[in-house]
């Protein structure tokens, strides 16, 4: 071992071990050739055989064409590789319509938007969940006419079971709540954020694949929790950048409808049915919705009324209507008084109009919309506290939102807050010499278990190309492998946002 | 607004909001009684009414039966919450076979998993991505024979399509190269965490539904590129405690089958084929795999020359046989010297008879194995040098491997090496009086703005309640809003390890 190496012993049992064998002295001895590391590493010989070795039938086998080198094996070197298909077909390279790659900007966005999803959702306290993608069809077959029924990518699986695709990530909650049991004291306070299908026509913001952020208070009867809920979503808006200004939420209870449905004595049967027509006010004309309504049995005078109500947009006005004595009132005032509590007044407005388009809330329902108006609704959440015994369970109170990550990154574009995300490696590690790629794999090793990030240049390559691929990662640091300087235990260091440069030991890189 | 509390007005606005809303005065007035919050926040009237209200239409259309407490609409209260479904059948709480639930214990254990691989990969230079779970089948059929064929859960979508859920991500991955063609810079460098899906028999350490770990590098020729990817996967070993006497990796190159093949004139179309039944040698009687290979053309010498190669363990022994010209024994030689610069020499050895079970694979293959032999394959990758023609595109130099979340898990068991992870919450907010609820909702708010993590307990219960939860999730801190202490601008604090408790302004509270 060369004397200045032997002091880097103690270092790192890389750098011992690299002296220890004959094989890695080599490249002391070599001198700046263009060797490749097959060349040098090892002498190319046959070994003694015992028996009839491949190379000598492979001699007799291939014809001159095949080998053109005129016998023995070199020319297996440049031979052929094998063809794995008999007949190439030229595939779509576009991902199935509805859905999407994720190349590394795009990742990097995802990544930040989950980032924040389950940031807030820490401080918040919440523990993350996750259930199968792939669900028993039967979970999300509701009676109620939702859109979401008619847009499930469902089929039969290999053993004959109807499956399907997720369209969203509540019924699965609800599943594991019941499996649970006792077993979980409540209130449970879980997040999930998964990926969703539904097969449906695509508009802006809305592909067949998403994912949703969702949050869910399991135990809790009082308005506390979609206060808290409604807060949550707040805080990430924030977190992002995005303002009062450019979003609200418009909030109403179901009991709502529910008072009024009640006045008519229509049957509590219809309530979800009622609902999911009612969520389609503002995709079809007026006079359908009213014939749908009447449909399910609602009298013209009933239809009348409960359109009146649903176009009020202030809650005293609501209690002018309702009396102040209902529950539909009396939740709503505590959820606007604990807002203010919260710090997000501003953020809340009243509007009968909401009801959401799942069967299965029952109280406050709230959505969140851009201002300008533009997009689809961002996000949307409410009461569910009957969900449990429409799968046989026992019920809880309960109430959760579901955010998608589409609409908000359309948001972000519109209003030009989409982070700037860039890779960011530390180090660009480089062999100056192709029989110095091992030096340069024991450099990355080093940097790499001092926990620094390395991008290590696998082949040999011209330093002009090597600058050009540091700027495109974002290289902090070239750091050069070079002959002289390894003979001497040492790395060039290269800083790359002030040029400077200097030599340093491989024990004293940090 | 009470002087001692002016003070806090630079603090928060919150804080001072609070006093500014006569509204919000009204608990420095009230004495600590239980009241709800519903009840003291606004004032139980009607306002004027200019239609005939709704509670007038209820008292009417109700029943005496419907509301015992004799008119009015106070009965709504007590309500019955409505039906959402006809009839009720209990489903499977169990999510669909082969498939898991992640309870927020199970989901800790993923996420620490998931950040390892992330962390290395990071640690590694690489860039993540992700691909649609839904693919066009077309993707996923190779002519070889492959099990994960048979395996595939494919279906027709709502749009005549034919789409399977993938079962593995790098065809996904060569979609996405060809498609991005030239506008990416080579070598790429990628990798992605990702659910897969395959239709099989569940044994240990294998469901339907997994996720994979990948790591590609698309571009580089050179062994450089397998050695750097079994590098990041010993990184990855030591990361969690996993050290070279718990796990190996066996290696290989499928051009020694080429090689072998190539002497006996097999066709190269055949390639693939043989490799896929030589993949099942440890699985199915030897008898079995001489009687398919024999069936796919290979001649009886053919079959126990290549069975003779496989059983080789020593690369000095390839060499006899193989002879020292080839690619096989040259790549070989360069990876087993590179694994000596990386520091992994004690983590691999030669073993003939790795060809891993994908067609695709076309030069070094290896797999990761645990020592003493109870589990499969833990991870396995290999260069695919050919795969994207197969696919229409331009073939480029690849390599990269596959590392699923299940089998390694069963290892950490089997080692004792499962991490403890537990919730861990900063503080638990409580109002000691439900009318307090309020101003424990600014506190957590505030708390929050500064980063600290908050569970808010939202419901009005007994302090046993809240120590207890607050042991399960192992808050630090207790912040107790009382009256008295609410009244000078303070909240109580208990340090729940040591018992410590003070009281502090709220502006003072980090």
Redesign the interface.
């Known amino acids: 071992m060369p004397p200045i190496l032997s002091s880097l012993h103690a270092v790192h ?2 750098i011992s ?2 002296y220890a ?1 004959p ?2 002295l080599s490249f002391t001895n070599l001198s700046h050739s263009s060797l490749s ?2 060349e040098f ?2 002498p ?8 009839r ?3 000598s ?2 001699s007799a ?2 014809s001159p064409s095949e080998n053109g080198s005129g016998g ?3 020319g ?2 440049s ?8 007949a ?10 509805g ?6 900007e795009e ?2 966005l ?2 930040w938007l989950f980032h924040n999803f389950r940031e807030v959702s ?4 919440f ?10 069809e ?2 999300f077959i ?3 006419g939702e859109e979401i029924r008619d847009q499930l ?1 469902c ?5 004959n ?1 109807r ?1 399907a ?1 997720r369209p969203e990530l509540t019924p ?1 909650l609800a ?2 709540v ?3 049991g006792k077993s979980v ?1 409540l ?1 449970l ?2 997040f999930a954020v998964g ?1 969703c ?1 539904r ?1 449906e026509r695509m508009t802006r913001g809305r592909r067949r ?1 998403h994912y949703q952020w969702n949050m869910d ?1 399991i135990g ?3 308005v ?2 979609e ?2 809920l409604i ?1 949550s979503i707040v ?1 990430f808006f924030k977190r992002i950048g995005i303002t009062a200004s450019d979003v609200g939420f418009k909030v109403s209870s179901r009991k709502v409808l ?3 449905l ?4 229509i049957s ?2 219809l ?2 049915k009622v609902c999911i027509i009612i969520d389609k006010i503002e995709k079809i004309p007026i006079d359908e919705i009213k014939k749908e309504l009447k449909s399910v049995g609602m009298s013209e005078e009933a239809v009348e ?1 409960l359109l ?2 649903l176009s009020i947009k202030s809650l ?1 006005k609501l ?9 539909a009132v ?1 939740d709503l ?2 959820l606007f ?2 807002a ?4 997000y007044s501003e953020w809340i407005q009243f509007d009968a109009s909401v009801v959401r388009g799942l ?2 809330y ?1 109280g406050i329902v709230f959505e969140g919309f851009d201002r300008e108006g533009k997009l689809r609704a961002i996000c949307g959440g409410g009461r569910y ?3 449990l ?5 026992d019920d809880l109170p309960a109430c959760g939102f579901g955010f998608g990550d589409a609409v908000i990154v359309e948001l972000l574009k519109e209003k030009g807050l989409l982070p700037e995300l860039s ?1 960011q ?1 530390e180090n ?1 590690v480089c062999a100056l010499d192709p029989d110095l ?3 340069a ?2 450099v ?2 080093i940097l ?1 278990e001092k ?6 240049v ?2 040999n390559k011209p330093l002009k190309w090597v600058f ?2 540091a700027g ?2 974002n290289a902090q640091r070239l750091i050069l492998v070079g002959n002289t300087e390894w003979q001497k235990g040492m790395v060039g260091v290269k800083i790359l946002s002030s040029g400077e440069q200097y030599e340093v030991k491989l024990d004293e890189l940090e």
Chains 1, 2 share one sequence.
């Open positions: 049992p890389l071990r690299l064998k094989l890695f590391l097959r590493s090892l190319r010989q046959s070994f003694p055989v015992k028996v070795t491949l190379s039938i492979a086998a291939q023995g094996r070199s297996a070197l031979a052929p590789p094998p063809v794995l298909e008999e190439v077909q030229k595939i779509d390279v576009n991902p199935p319509k859905t999407r790659d994720f190349p590394p990742m990097r995802r990544n820490r401080l918040y306290g523990e993350e969940v996750d259930f199968p993608v792939l669900e028993s039967a979970l509701r009676k109620a990518y089929f039969e699986d290999r053993g079971r499956v695709l699965s599943r594991l019941i499996q649970k004291p209130p306070k879980w990926q299908w097969y694949e208070i809790v009867p009082e506390t929790a206060a808290e807060s805080t529910q008072e009024v009640k006045c008519y004595s509590e049967n309530f979800g009324e009146q109500v005293t209690e002018e209507i309702l009396g102040g004595a209902g529950e009396a005032k505590q008084s604990l203010e509590n919260f710090g069967a299965y029952t506290d009957r969900l015994s429409t799968f046989g369970g890779l490696v660009i790629q091992g030096a794999s024991t990355a090793t790499r926990g620094q990030t390395v991008d290590l696998l082949e050009k691929r495109r990662i």
